[in-house]
């Protein structure tokens, strides 16, 4: 065991230790270690994460429920605008500083979470400056979508980096503990929201939960907003460097979902666009599972980089196993039963929808598989393959999925998801078994 090994473990957390996380890690994860997955810190992440899904769902069905259909287009809206702004976010800030501080001890790891705090405030305070100016400027759906989420951008914002510290440190619980408060706060203040029956009041209940959940955060982590300068200076040398070759990745996803909207709707039309979108929400759990697993695993194999590569892709193997596992099992329940969920969810109208499973299972899959080597790759910091990888997958997708939706329909339009998802897969494959030196860029 080398020095810097030696050091870690000396430093390890003892809720580290307990969930076995430094185990996991040290000895590569891969089927014996499977059972990791489903206790301690790992099943937190996956309730953590669950509530969190509930919660953006809960507010969507709040909102359409009590105000109707206009009311809840003005909340997709200004939903939509802040996730943007959480995955900017997320790229600048969180991702960076996982990856470089999961390996540090002590008054180095504070410094640098600090130093994201303060970072994070000043992106929080920036957006919510700018959804206020646009909202009063534009009016309208898009305006005021903009103006009722504007007053809860930095709590929101800042629940997510504590949320994201905690479980570095081994604290899921606390981590997990955020999340069903600002659930639960949405479930207390909703009947005053129908109450009141506006749009400001539903969101409003969402972002009461938001200020609590990030108070509970703040409290559990004790971390206080650096200086200003001292963030500058951590953000221009640390996070940017890595940051901005996630924010470009990040936009050509965000540039092949819109892309793909825009080439599929005169093939396809509304409704089997509509039905698309429906099946995802059922057939596609990736978007719950796999947030999940890398706000564990990044930490965790950030840690193994710092032991060996060696190990470090045996865990980044592991992870995908695992989460390959779990999809192969979800899709076995959705070919069973699947067609069932599908319209006792959406409707009878959606049930020919229900071809779509093997197809977006096979999507889910190839994402699943490639989960663990992307994590590897955030961990090394690797930001031009991450860039390469996830522009292949935009690019081929765009192309691919209208031209197989003109001969198969909705059905086609998915193996183009799949062919894309195939691609991701190889790149980010390559670059994890690739015997290069670490290379952060």
Known sequence: MNAEARRLRLHLT????????????????????????VHGIWAWAFVGQ??????????????GRSLGASALGVVVIGLGS???LLLIQRALVITPLISSSSTLVGSERASATRAAVTVTLIIGCAGAGLFAIIGASVGGPIGDGMLVFAPWVVPALAQDLFRSTLFRDGRGRRGSITDIAWFGLLLTCAPFAVWIGEVWAVVGAWGVGAIVAASLGAVATRVKPAPFLSAQKWFVHTAFPFGRWLVLQEG????????????????????????LRAAETIFAPMSLVGPALVLVGLPAVSRAVARSRESAVRLAVGISGACGVLIVVYAIVMIVAGSRILTLVFGDSFASYDAL???????????????????LLRAEQRGR?????????????????PVAAHVGGVEGAVWGYVAG?????????????????????
């Open 357 to 375: 499973v093997i197809p977006m299972s096979l999507w889910q899959l190839a994402l699943a598989t490639g989960l663990g080597f992307t994590i």
């Open 252 to 275: 050509s996803f965000v540039i092949g979902f819109y892309g793909l909207v825009l080439l599929l709707t005169p093939i396809i039309g509304a409704a089997g666009l509509g039905g």
């Open 82 to 84: 802040y996730f943007m």
């Open 385 to 401: 393959a991450l860039l390469l990888a996830g522009t292949s997958m935009a690019v081929i997708a765009l192309v691919l999925s």
């Open 50 to 63: 669950g509530i969190s899904s509930a919660t953006t769902f809960g507010l969507v069905v709040l909102a």
């Open 421 to 441: 998802a195939v691609a991701h897969l190889l790149f980010v494959s390559w670059f994890a078994f690739s015997p290069q030196k670490v290379n952060r860029s």
């Open 14 to 37: 003892p809720e580290i230790k307990e969930t076995g996380m430094e185990d996991l890690a040290s000895k590569g994860g891969g089927p014996s270690r499977f059972s990791e997955f």
